[in-house]
């Protein structure tokens, strides 16, 4: 049943050359910024390529180009709205397809962390197999609170516009390093890849609040889709 | 099968406003534009919109059931397909989800003529041809009971809407209650065998025929009439003292007069004298406003020969002779 459900968010993302090039335009550009490094001869080029571009605007922008091609650009109660007329429990369909997109979010954003941690591996960053191990565990973690944020973002507006408003949302609040920058993935993830904390908290307690975040939105979204 | 108990709902600008209604197994309509709210009863049945008071029951329980939900067919002006899969995928999809046996999705697609249709994405089909894969699904399900159709011969693919007709009364012989909402009296009086009239959210009237109706229409009842010879059967028509009105329309002769009974007499004196063959003879389904006025009608009709009757029940009796 569950494969059933995840069959046409699924198809939407390998189907669709249009949302596969979104994504591969996204991972590129990352890729690029980290060979940049790697060719000035950046002594923490892992560090400021991971904090600087990487969690700070591809990942988020990345996770929000993978929800929209798993939604199918529309708002999450209209992606699943076709499983919903074949007699799919709404809450089952939304969770289904969510947890497509975060399975997406997790897998891209941990290997393309540990691919920008190897190329742009400079000698004043920590050994490169584990910075490239602990990288891919922060991109892990941002990729599913991402995605998760960005699907429960999906289920306000017609067409899904809460996505936006919500990463608009993340850029302005999670600049800052005060009590509004805990609420998004963005402060969690920049302490996580080394830059600075929200109110000074640790690695392991902002990789708690990733995955809170992401199990929060992913029970909101969800239930919101119950209602819809 | 589906009961209405007391339903208000509301959908800027619609309000629907506490009906009750109740149908079982066989062909009905709710005959009304989509501001008449034929559109979101449907939706209310199928539990895909919100109740703002009173109760659905489908199938003896509430829609939301996941054993009722996956017997419901909802087929709307526009449905919503998964555009990425492949209409044969789609009816696969949905046989997993309904929890039937998957079958052959191409000879399903074929049962209305579109198993043309049976290798190409959903994103690439024409609206007509998306609605016809829809409705394929629905008439061809194993599970499902009750259909729920909006305009089901409206922006139709013409391969399927000639087959949609018989398939969907075979549906109904089965036992399965389709409910068809519509804002066009021939449609509901061609596929459907009872019909609700809707104004404005609420009921106008009910009806078990939309030509009988037509009698008590304000312009009176129409007949239209396909024959070898239209202008010697327009001449004969005329002379009819029965016949208020007669006109040529699309190669057939429309006569209209105040009684069906003698419409009909006076048609087939008419068709005797001119000689002519005729090969279709119907009666017209009244226009919309012509249904509601004569629904109307009937009720002041049966108001008024109720109040009559109590009337000279409740009279004292009169004196009889000394």
């Known amino acids: 049943m569950i494969a059933a459900l995840a069959r046409p968010s699924l198809a939407r993302v390998f189907r669709t050359p ?16 980290a060979l940049a490094a790697r060719s000035r001869g950046s002594a923490n080029g892992a560090d400021h390529v991971l904090v600087g571009a990487y969690g700070a605007l591809i990942l988020p922008l990345l996770a929000y180009t993978l929800v929209g091609a798993v939604l199918g650009a529309r708002s999450l109660s209209g992606a699943t709205a076709p499983l919903v007329l074949f007699g799919a429990a709404p809450a089952r369909a939304a969770a289904v397809t969510v947890g497509v997109a ?127 | 099968m589906i009961t209405l108990e007391g339903v208000a709902a509301r959908r800027a600008p619609l309000t629907l406003a506490r009906l009750s209604l109740s149908w079982g197994p066989g062909m009905h309509s709710l005959v009304g534009t989509p501001a008449d709210g034929g559109p979101l009863m449907l939706e209310l049945v199928a539990g895909h919109a919100r109740l703002r008071a009173g109760r659905v029951r489908v199938l003896d329980a509430s829609p939301d059931d996941a054993a009722v939900r996956r017997q419901i067919a909802l087929v709307l002006l526009e449905p919503p397909l998964p555009d990425a899969l492949t209409a044969a995928a789609v009816l696969t999809l ?37 609605r016809a894969v829809a409705l394929a699904e629905a ?100 002379s009819e003292d029965a016949v208020e009105a007669v006109a040529r329309r699309d190669g057939a002769v429309v006569a209209r007069g105040r009684d069906a009974t003698a419409l009909a007499a006076a048609v087939g004196r008419a068709i005797v004298i001119s000689g002519v063959d005729v090969s279709e003879m119907r009666v017209e389904p009244p226009s919309m406003d012509d249904a509601r006025a004569a629904s109307a009608g009937v009720a002041t009709a049966t108001y008024e020969a109720a109040y009559a009757r109590t009337l000279a029940a409740l009279a004292p009796p009169s004196e009889g002779p000394p």
């Open chain 2, 139 to 238: 008439v061809t399900s194993t599970c499902v009971r009750v259909l729920l159709l909006e305009e089901p011969l409206v922006g139709m693919d013409p391969r399927a809407a000639a087959r949609l007709p018989e398939a969907l009364r075979a549906r109904g012989r089965d036992g399965c209650a389709v409910l068809v909402a519509t804002a066009s009296l021939r449609d509901a009086a061609d596929l459907t065998d009872d019909h609700v009239l809707l104004r404005g959210g609420t009921v106008g009237g009910k009806t078990a025929s939309l030509a009988e109706l037509s009698a008590f229409s304000p312009d009176g009842v129409r007949m239209r009439i396909v024959a070898s010879d239209p202008q010697a059967l327009l001449a004969a028509v005329a």
């Open chain 1, 102 to 228: 975060m399975v997406a979010g997790v897998v891209v954003g941990a290997a393309l962390a540990s691919l920008v941690a190897l190329l742009a591996h400079g000698s004043s960053d920590p050994p490169a197999a584990s910075d490239a191990l602990a990288s891919a565990y922060a991109g892990a973690l941002g990729g599913a609170a991402y995605t998760a944020w960005f699907a429960l973002g999906a289920s306000f507006g017609k067409r899904g516009g809460g996505r936006a408003v919500l990463l608009v949302v993340d850029w302005v609040l999670g600049l800052g390093h005060g009590v509004m920058a805990v609420v998004t993935p963005r402060a969690h993830l920049r302490n996580l890849l080394g830059g600075a904390a929200p109110m000074g908290w640790s690695g392991r307690a902002s990789a708690a609040a990733l995955v809170v975040i992401a199990g929060a939105c992913l029970l909101i979204a969800v239930r919101r889709a119950r209602r819809a």
């Open chain 1, 18 to 33: 249009r949302s596969l090039l979104a994504v591969g335009a996204w991972a590129v550009l990352a890729l690029g910024f």
């Open chain 2, 94 to 130: 949905a046989a997993t989800l309904r929890g039937e046996p998957p079958g052959d999705p191409v000879a399903r697609l074929a049962s209305l003529g579109v198993e043309s249709l049976a290798p190409r994405r959903v994103g690439t089909l024409a609206p007509e041809e998306a």
